[in-house]
């Protein structure tokens, strides 16, 4: 139903781990090339000895922090250099210290911004050039419920940096779309993840009793949108969302759940 993904070459970056893995996985068992970014050197290794082992396309890796303009660079020129191009940018690396308001430094929103929003924004520009001579450029974006449409103590800087994403998505789309790239994103809601299971059992066990679902998310339900996004069949979607959350942000109030 859906036009084939072989071959074609597909960036995630924060890819060693969490939903970029499962974005990886996702795309690398459709049969595309996949490029790893990610700081750690040795989890990047794991990850794409773990997602090679079961997929038909090829899984490589760079070490990069896309906090760095340098290094955004250097993620894209890499997959030209491995790939011959490329077709696709998961814009997924992100982090998510919590802080509350008050004692929030400087150094914390510069980190948030920096890696989530200035990170976000300068890998998308390092990948114009080679996503416009595909002639099918897709750009998805990793946001999260959290900022655009929801608020969790702790997360004041992290929310802005998740709704600034959004900002950025709609003007870019903007631009891009002479470019024939389109760039939409992904909202996860409560996804299982090393980052997540850092927040504790008490967290997890809250977060499932208020989601209709009642489960949290698999990193795979977010690579399953993202590969949609990526699809020939999407190009007609751009500077749109997709909430990927077990129905998380529908409740009005507790009341809607009782019995369910
Ligand atoms: P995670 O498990 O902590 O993984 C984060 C990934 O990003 C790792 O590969 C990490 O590798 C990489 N990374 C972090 N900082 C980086 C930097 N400066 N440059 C390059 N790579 C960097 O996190 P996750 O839960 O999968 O989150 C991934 C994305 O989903 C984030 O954008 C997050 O905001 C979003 N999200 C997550 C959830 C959730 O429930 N988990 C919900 C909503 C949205 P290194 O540390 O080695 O660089």
Not at 163 to 177: D, M, N, S, V
Not at 191 to 220: F, K, S
Request: with cysteine; proline share 4%.
């Amino acid at each position: 139903m859906f036009t084939s993904l072989d071959d074609r070459s597909v960036i995630v970056t924060g890819g060693s781990k969490g939903i970029g893995k499962g974005i990886a996985r996702v795309f690398s068992r459709a049969g595309a090339n996949v490029l790893l970014a990610a700081r750690d050197e040795s989890a990047l290794r794991a990850a794409a000895d773990e997602l090679a082992a079961g997929a038909p396309g090829r899984v490589e890796t760079v070490a990069a922090d896309v906090s760095r303009v340098e290094d955004c660079r250097l993620i894209a020129e890499t997959a030209v250099e491995r790939f011959g191009g490329i077709d696709v940018l998961c814009a997924n690396a992100g982090i998510f210290p919590d802080r509350p308001l008050a004692d929030l430094t400087e150094a914390d929103v510069d980190a948030v911004l920096g890696c989530n929003v200035k990170g976000t924004m300068f890998a998308v520009q390092a990948c114009l050039e080679a996503l416009e001579a595909s002639g099918h450029g897709r750009v998805i974006l990793t946001s999260s419920i959290t900022g655009p449409l929801t608020g969790y103590p702790g997360w004041s800087h992290y929310g802005a940096s998740k709704a600034a994403q959004l900002g950025f998505l709609r003007t870019a789309a903007i631009e891009l779309a002479p470019r024939r790239i389109t760039i939409n994103a992904v909202l996860p809601g409560n996804i299982a993840t090393e980052g997540l299971d850092e927040m504790g059992e008490e967290y997890i066990r809250g977060m499932e009793a208020v989601i209709p679902q009642h489960r949290l998310g698999t990193v795979e339900d977010i690579g399953y949108a993202a590969l949609f996004f990526a699809t020939d069949q999407a190009s007609y979607i751009t500077g749109q969302t997709m909430v990927v959350d077990g129905g998380q942000v529908l409740p009005e109030s507790p009341a809607a759940l009782e019995g369910i």
